[in-house]
């Protein structure tokens, strides 16, 4: 082949990889935390990350995936769980939380432990309560496969398989699941109008809660003490114990409410099965302690009416479209060994 043209069909490739269509952020939505220059995104690279997201293969003895706890009906959090449950049935510390957004998120995990989306697939693949394998060992497997080599190739040009693109791929598949077409959307689009009860609540909502669940991605991505009363047996006091300052004791993330109607149980340790219990904790049991958010100090006041008005609002957070896109669902296509159940 002439140079020219050689290295004109170089360039196009380079320039079909940096292209980042597959990423579309909503109009009038923050700009994106993640740093797509670095890990551009492609249609091969979502397609692994979600092969390897229901691959059991990723756990020790094949019988943990990342969907066993972040199931998708459930908007990506565990099914029914307060405390997810991993390998050999064993119970972890926390409540797994809803998986979309990502590309927008800062700090991961309920403490902040984590701050980049590429390292936290290794958090459960190596945690023993949860998938308990290494890398050196997952990628060893992934090379004996049938399946992944290919995929590997057509990913990323090469079959060796490394930690590092096993990771980059799972992040893919993370971040092109967005959740953005609720009937709130619509009502922020102006293609609905909320209802006089929806309206009343979205007011509630701006009045008492919007500090923290701030609009759009319904999280001002801050942690804060939302006044629980720390749990005796897991004693866990959150942000604390990754900055190790008192004045972060009993901060936690604060959680998006995006598709919260399908996100249950709720908090960290997910004590909370309804959002009535939630709102009961918010307008009558909030602890007062040192850390507490100053939002918090002065008690919320509700009427039972305007406590059904605030939750008929949440329920306009719920993205049908997103909890059944088959493009987040399991891959049918590749043949998988089915994953089994946690319980
Ligand atoms: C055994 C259950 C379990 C498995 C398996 C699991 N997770 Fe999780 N996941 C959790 C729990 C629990 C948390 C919260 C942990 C914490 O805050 O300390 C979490 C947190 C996360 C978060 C952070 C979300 C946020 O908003 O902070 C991401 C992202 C995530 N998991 C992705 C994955 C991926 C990818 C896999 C597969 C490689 C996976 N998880 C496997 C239970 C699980
Ligand atoms: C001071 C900040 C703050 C305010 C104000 C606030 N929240 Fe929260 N909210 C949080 C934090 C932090 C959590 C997570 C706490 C935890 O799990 O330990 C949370 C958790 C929740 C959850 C559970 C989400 C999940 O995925 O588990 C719901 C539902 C919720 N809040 C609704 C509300 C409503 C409704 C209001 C207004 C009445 C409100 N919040 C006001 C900070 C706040």
């Given at each position: 082949?002439?140079?020219?043209?050689?290295?004109?069909?170089?360039?196009?490739?380079?320039?079909?990889?940096?292209?980042?269509?597959?990423?579309?952020?909503?109009?009038?939505?923050?700009?994106?935390?993640?740093?797509?220059?670095?890990?551009?995104?492609?249609?091969?690279?979502?397609?692994?990350?979600?092969?390897?997201?229901?691959?059991?293969?990723?756990?020790?003895?094949?019988?943990?995936?990342?969907?066993?706890?972040?199931?998708?009906?459930?908007?990506?959090?565990?099914?029914?769980?307060?405390?997810?449950?991993?390998?050999?049935?064993?119970?972890?510390?926390?409540?797994?939380?809803?998986?979309?957004?990502?590309?927008?998120?800062?700090?991961?995990?309920?403490?902040?432990?984590?701050?980049?989306?590429?390292?936290?697939?290794?958090?459960?693949?190596?945690?023993?309560?949860?998938?308990?394998?290494?890398?050196?060992?997952?990628?060893?497997?992934?090379?004996?496969?049938?399946?992944?080599?290919?995929?590997?190739?057509?990913?990323?040009?090469?079959?060796?398989?490394?930690?590092?693109?096993?990771?980059?791929?799972?992040?893919?598949?993370?971040?092109?699941?967005?959740?953005?077409?609720?009937?709130?959307?619509?009502?922020?689009?102006?293609?609905?109008?909320?209802?006089?009860q929806?309206?009343n609540g979205?007011?509630l909502?701006?009045?008492?809660?919007?500090?923290?669940?701030?609009?759009?991605?319904?999280?001002?991505?801050?942690?804060?003490?939302?006044?629980?009363?720390?749990?005796?047996?897991?004693?866990?006091?959150?942000?604390?114990?990754?900055?190790?300052?008192?004045?972060?004791?009993?901060?936690?993330?604060?959680?998006?409410?995006?598709?919260?109607?399908?996100?249950?149980?709720?908090?960290?340790?997910?004590?909370?099965?309804r959002l009535s219990e939630v709102l009961t904790?918010y307008t009558t049991?909030?602890?007062?302690?040192?850390?507490?958010?100053?939002?918090?100090?002065?008690?919320i006041l509700l009427s039972s009416n305007e406590k059904v008005d605030l939750t008929a609002?949440?329920?306009?957070?719920?993205?049908?479209?997103?909890?059944?896109?088959?493009?987040?669902?399991?891959?049918?296509?590749?043949?998988?060994?089915?994953?089994?159940?946690?319980?």
């Amino acid at each position: 082949m002439n140079k020219t043209i050689l290295s004109f069909c170089i360039l196009l490739t380079a320039f079909a990889n940096v292209k980042n269509d597959l990423f579309i952020s909503p109009p009038d939505w923050p700009k994106p935390a993640y740093e797509f220059s670095k890990n551009p995104m492609t249609i091969e690279k979502v397609f692994l990350g979600r092969v390897l997201f229901y691959d059991p293969i990723l756990s020790r003895d094949h019988t943990i995936s990342c969907a066993s706890c972040h199931s998708q009906y459930t908007a990506f959090a565990h099914v029914d769980h307060a405390l997810s449950h991993g390998i050999d049935n064993k119970i972890g510390m926390r409540n797994a939380p809803v998986l979309f957004n990502l590309a927008w998120q800062q700090n991961f995990m309920w403490d902040g432990a984590i701050n980049h989306l590429d390292n936290q697939s290794l958090a459960p693949i190596s945690n023993p309560l949860e998938m308990d394998e290494t890398m050196q060992h997952l990628t060893s497997k992934l090379r004996q496969s049938s399946i992944y080599p290919s995929l590997f190739y057509h990913a990323f040009g090469d079959s060796s398989i490394s930690k590092e693109q096993t990771l980059m791929a799972i992040s893919q598949f993370m971040l092109s699941i967005v959740s953005s077409d609720a009937r709130y959307d619509s009502m922020i689009r102006h293609q609905v109008s909320f209802t006089s009860q929806e309206e009343n609540g979205y007011r509630l909502f701006k009045q008492h809660c919007s500090t923290c669940h701030t609009e759009p991605l319904f999280t001002n991505q801050q942690f804060e003490n939302n006044g629980l009363i720390p749990d005796s047996i897991l004693r866990d006091y959150g942000r604390m114990k990754v900055t190790m300052l008192p004045s972060d004791s009993l901060k936690f993330k604060v959680p998006t409410l995006r598709n919260i109607e399908f996100s249950y149980p709720y908090m960290h340790d997910g004590r909370f099965k309804r959002l009535s219990e939630v709102l009961t904790h918010y307008t009558t049991e909030i602890q007062h302690g040192k850390t507490l958010s100053k939002q918090l100090n002065t008690p919320i006041l509700l009427s039972s009416n305007e406590k059904v008005d605030l939750t008929a609002f949440l329920l306009t957070l719920t993205d049908r479209h997103f909890l059944f896109n088959t493009d987040y669902s399991y891959p049918k296509e590749v043949l998988l060994p089915s994953p089994k159940e946690s319980k």
